[in-house]
């Protein structure tokens, strides 16, 4: 019974430490895009079997939009043990192992704490370690979020249990770690995303300046190894001198190092300060920073802390009158080479099918019904004032020589004349031949005897053709007979 109690107990203790350990993010890499980035919530408790871990994480971006996730996507991590925010930088890669994991692959990794228990400063590489508590790391869980700037982020948790519930005092000491996150403490972490820029030349400027409310100077100390790949959106790990603590951070951006880095005089720790929360493009005379730094942004800057530029001005304005509405029918085929002195009054029936060669004076009053199959060779000088109402029927030809219409003359007046000519020649010779039969005349009397009648016979031949001597006179070719009733001698 005793050992049962016992172990009920146990596991009440174990659900209690099963808070949220650290806070990181990462950028880059070989399986990532550029401008995108992983947030990270790492935790005591082991990830799940499978489903959904309850709450969400929210994430304001610098340009003001809030993203909101579930808890659905976790990798599991190691289980080492972290040293804490008090500790040494070691050779330990504490939290640096997601660099290859949750679908990393050599990825850039950051973690966030508060050495001065009050201004983030962005932690890589061995000092990872130092960013998150003395607690185990079983599981992480993480949000992509894509087309990311950089600046500062400001992140929030609601609806958590047990897994990602704030981590408590006990667990925080000094309240170097931002594990207490909740929709009441809401964390802003800088962060500098691998952009898809040109990477920056040359070694980043060394910050340094004076504080603006003890009017101290400070110089602060730049590790080069840190951001020497120089890759658009890379940030530099940085410190202050003693008294000092540091806020904003450098990072390339697109070719340029940008300098937001500030270090701030400890006795004004809970101030906002224009160089770091404002991104050194704005203003802040805001005195208490826990609630979040109310920045005025300079004219070209835009953003809870100033680091977006403002976007380009719109072109030119439009112009102030535009074209009448266009043509409800337009034509169907236009023409490939169109006049360049169209008519100031065009056609209200346009043809479909267009000539290809208009003409280059096309007339001032174009007809109200154009032919619809226009001609492919319309003529170079066009009439002033076109037909009303053209022919649908065109000429198919017409005559160029003027001479041709004389020739008719010829053929209209001796034509005729000809034929007349023609027709009297030949009554004439008809009316000639009729009364002989030609020179080759023969005249044949029979004799007959005194008192007697009888057939007197004429007869003419040619000299071609003769018939007997007493043949019928149907049987003579060409004669002719004349019976002569006499009572007289021949």
Known sequence: MYHFFYFILFLLFSLCQAHTNQICTSTGGDSSSCGSAKFFLTTYHSCPSSGQTPGQLHIQTPVGDIQTFGFSSYCAMSGFNG?????????????????????????????????????????????????????????????????????????????????????????????????????????????????????????????????????????????????????????????????????????????????????????????????????????????????????????????????????????????????????????????????????????????????????NSPTSSPSNNPTSNPSNNPSNNPTNSPSNNPSSKPIVSRSNDDDDDDNLIYVYIFVPIGIVLCSCCIFIWFVLYSRGCGNNEEYVLDEVEEGEIDLGVYECSSEEEEGEEGESIYNLDRTEVLKIYTNTEI
């Not at 192992?97 to 983030?120: A, Q, V």
């Not at 300060?273 to 208490?288: E, L, Q, R, V």
Request: include cysteine; glycine fraction near 8%.
């Open 83 to 359: 040293p804490g925010p008090d500790s040494l930088p070691s050779s330990n890669t504490c939290s640096d192992e997601l660099s290859n994991k949750c679908g990393n692959s050599n990825s850039d990794i950051t973690c966030y704490y508060r050495p001065d228990s009050i201004n983030m400063i962005s932690a890589k590489g061995n000092e990872i370690c130092m960013a998150g508590n003395t607690m185990s790391y079983q599981c992480a869980y993480y949000a992509t979020i894509n087309n990311a700037v950089t600046g500062n982020y400001i992140v929030w948790t609601t609806g958590t249990d047990v897994n990602l519930a704030p981590c408590t005092s006990s667990q925080n000491p000094g309240n170097k770690i931002p594990c207490d996150i909740s929709e009441n403490n809401k964390i802003t972490i800088p962060l500098a995303i691998e952009g898809c820029g040109s990477p920056c030349n040359g070694s980043p400027p060394i910050p340094s300046g004076m504080d603006e409310n003890s009017k101290l100077p400070w110089i602060a100390t730049l590790n080069v190894n840190s951001c020497s790949a120089a890759y658009d959106g890379i940030q530099c790990s940085l410190s202050c001198p003693s008294g000092f603590s540091q806020s904003g951070s450098l990072y390339c951006d697109n070719g340029n190092w940008i300098n937001s880095f500030i270090c701030v005089d400890q006795n004004y720790l809970n101030y906002c300060h224009s160089g770091s929360d404002c991104s050194g493009n704005g203003i802040t005379t805001d005195t208490y920073r826990q609630d979040g730094c109310d920045c005025t942004c300079n004219s070209n800057f835009i953003g809870s802390d100033c680091s977006i530029p403002a976007p380009s001005p719109p072109t030119n304005p439009p112009t102030e009158s535009p074209t009448n509405p266009p043509t409800e029918s337009p034509t169907i085929s236009p023409s490939n080479s169109p006049t360049n002195n169209p008519t100031n009054y065009p056609t209200n029936n346009p043809t479909e099918y267009p000539t290809n060669s208009p003409s």
